[in-house]
C-alpha cells in the first residue's frame, strides 16, 4: 500500500510539473504575443534549448530524490532510473505540446495544419497534430510498459 501512495505521488509531480510547464509555454507563445512580443530567433533558440532542459534536469532531480530518499536498494535504483526515464521519453514524445493545445489554446490544430515548430517536422519532413497524438501515445505505451517491468514482483 505504501509503495502505490509513493508511485500516485510521484505521477502526481510529473504530471503537475508537465501542467506548469504546458502553462509557461502557452504563456510565451499565447500571453506575450498580446502585448507585443516579437518573434526572434534569437530569444526563440534559447528559450527551445532552456524549454527541454528544464525537463531533463528536472527528470534527474525526480529520480535522485526518489534514490536519496529511498533504502538504495537495486529495485530502488530501478525504480529512480524508470521515474527519470519516464519524464524524458513522455517529454520526447510531446505529452506538454498536448497539454498546452488542450489545457490551455482551446483544442488541437487541424489535422491538415503542419506544426512547423516542432522538431520531428524537420527529422521527418511533416508533423501535424495527428502525429503529435501518435508520438504521444507511442510516448504513453512505451511508459507503461517500462513501469510494468519495473515494478513487477519476482517470484
Known amino acids: 500500500m505504501r509503495d502505490g501512495l509513493k508511485y500516485a505521488a510521484i505521477a502526481l509531480l510529473v504530471l503537475s510539473f508537465f501542467c506548469i510547464m504546458s502553462r509557461i509555454d502557452f504563456v510565451v ?3 506575450l504575443y498580446d502585448y507585443g512580443l516579437q518573434f526572434s530567433y534569437e530569444w526563440a533558440l ?3 534549448v532552456l524549454y527541454p532542459a528544464a525537463f531533463v534536469i528536472f527528470a534527474l532531480a525526480a529520480g535522485l530524490m526518489f534514490w ?5 536498494t537495486p529495485r530502488d535504483l530501478k525504480i529512480s532510473a524508470a521515474i527519470t526515464a519516464t519524464i ?3 517529454m520526447i514524445g510531446g505529452l506538454q505540446d498536448v497539454m498546452f493545445f488542450v489545457l490551455w489554446a482551446g483544442g488541437l ?5 503542419v506544426w512547423w515548430w516542432n522538431p520531428w517536422r524537420y527529422i521527418l519532413g511533416s508533423w501535424s497534430s495527428v502525429s503529435q497524438i501518435a508520438s504521444m501515445l507511442l510516448a504513453l505505451s512505451a511508459t507503461i510498459l517500462l513501469w ?8
Open 29 to 31: 507563445h499565447g500571453t
Open 46 to 48: 534559447e528559450y527551445w
Open 68 to 72: 536519496l530518499g529511498s533504502s538504495k
Open 88 to 90: 524524458i521519453i513522455l
Open 109 to 113: 490544430p487541424p489535422a491538415d495544419v
Open 148 to 155: 510494468t517491468q519495473t515494478i513487477r514482483k519476482r517470484t
